[in-house]
């Protein structure tokens, strides 16, 4: 099988993995909540768990990134499958806090629909790899586009215990059980794909280029995004998904179907905006299309809780859905770009981690204001950390361009400065 070939054949893979994935975080991301209080917990101890399932992925991936350009990637991740299946099982037919507490320090359960495990940077890197960097920011609008609209259809298949509960004489906590064993049984086939990845199509660095580490020049910008992309963690860890659904339950009386109805609204406006997020990169570039979508998105979130009526929210949470993640290819396209191919492990999960550390920071205490009050603190906390982070990274970053920008600059005669390229044989320039 010819190089470009195996290429090919490895993105289809990794993109039918992560819809596979999507699907169980989706379901997953909704039914913790229901689950975790139908057996006894409030809402801190929720908050805790929550925590715990952001915190133990994030220390996973940053040891598996300073490592990973030592070891093969498609090991790791058909190795990463094992803690899927086993997550699955274990909260299946485990029910006391402290066995629950470390089977989400050490497993891939999300309390979020989006993907904050160990597998995202280890399938970003080998996208990267295959593609030129034109495709970049496509291929990670592809993967986007796929991850939510499975999540969205998870989402929307979170009402299957309820409607199974309705239609059989079962207990409606064991439907839920069902639920956490289908999503071990997803793992399982993830494993079954990961298997057939062939590890030719990681990065392939020329004999003349030095070894350099988990990470060599480009150190320091990818620690200076690492810290911005903490604080926007930070701030969305005040509202993930099952914390969101938690609030939505108590504030306005919703529905399991009904949340699992909107989530499936909210997921497919995400995942379709992802494609219009690559035709604006191309046209103002990859910082101006993370922040010009993700700032009005967080105005949008800010005056959820100040809507007199579940409506009035509802269509805040979809306008927002429309915005929030367009900014999520354009993230990960430009941390590719501004590092050097042999760097890309160890930059995706070194800014990824941080972002999952500082998220797991904020659901406890999402938790803790969430039981003092039932007005809707964590949104209004969280949009207002997530509108800092937007404008602090287009104060730094809105002249640091990736090598694809640079040559559009070039032809289109634009002098816009340029301090970074993650291409080598590009020569940075500067106004």
């Keep these: 099988m010819s190089s470009s070939r195996r290429k090919r054949r490895n993105i289809r893979l990794l993109l039918t993995a992560r819809g596979v994935r999507a699907f169980g975080d989706g379901f997953v991301s909704i039914l913790l909540p229901v689950y975790l209080t139908g057996i006894g917990f409030g809402a801190f101890e929720v908050g805790a768990l929550t925590t715990a399932m952001l915190l133990g992925p994030a220390m996973m991936t940053l040891g598996i990134g300073l490592i990973a350009h030592r070891l093969k990637t498609v090991r790791l991740l058909a190795t990463a499958t094992t803690l899927m299946v086993l997550s699955g099982i274990g909260y299946a037919f485990e029910t006391e806090f402290w066995p629950l507490l470390i089977i989400a320090l ?41 991850g939510s609209v499975l999540s969205a259809v998870g989402c929307l298949f979170a ?31 993830a494993f079954m794909i990961y298997r057939q990845l062939k590890s030719p199509a990681e990065t392939e660095t020329p004999v003349s280029e030095p070894a350099i580490g988990p990470l060599g020049p480009s150190r320091r910008i990818v620690f200076t995004l690492a810290v911005l992309f903490s604080l926007d963690s930070f701030g969305g860890g005040f509202f993930v998904q099952s914390l969101l659904a938690l609030w939505l339950f108590e504030h306005f009386g919703l529905s399991l179907t009904a949340a699992g109805s909107l989530f499936f609204w909210s997921g497919l406006l995400s995942a379709f905006s992802y494609p219009v997020a690559v035709r604006l990169a191309r046209r103002i570039g990859l910082v101006n299309t993370m922040v010009f979508t993700h700032l009005p998105s967080n105005v949008c979130l800010m005056l959820v809780p100040f809507a007199p009526t579940l409506a009035i929210a509802i269509a805040l949470l979809l306008i927002r859905s429309t915005l929030s993640q367009m900014d999520v290819p354009a993230r990960t396209s430009y941390v590719m770009a501004v590092v050097t191919p042999p760097e890309r492990p160890a930059a995706a999960s070194i800014t990824a981690t941080p972002r999952s550390l500082a998220g797991a920071a904020s659901p406890v205490l999402a938790g803790y204001l969430l039981g003092l009050s039932s007005f809707g603190w964590p949104l209004v906390i969280g949009g207002g950390l997530n509108s800092l982070y937007d404008l602090l990274l287009l104060f730094m970053f809105r002249k640091v361009r990736p090598p694809e920008e640079q040559v559009s600059a070039d032809v289109n005669g634009d002098v816009t400065s340029s301090y970074h390229v993650a291409d080598p044989s590009v020569t940075p320039t500067r106004s």
């Excluded at 409607?163 to 086939?189: D, E, K, S, W």
């Design 106 to 146: 050490v497993g891939t359960l999300s309390p979020t629909a989006s993907d904050v495990s160990v597998f995202a940077p280890l399938e970003q890197t080998l996208l990267s790899n295959a593609v030129v960097p034109q495709q970049r920011t496509s291929i990670f609008a592809t993967y986007g586009l796929i």
């Design 159 to 189: 009402s299957a215990p309820e409607i199974v509960a309705r239609t059989v004489p079962i207990p409606p906590n064991h439907a839920l059980q069902g639920m956490f064993l289908l999503y071990a049984f997803l793992g399982a086939i």
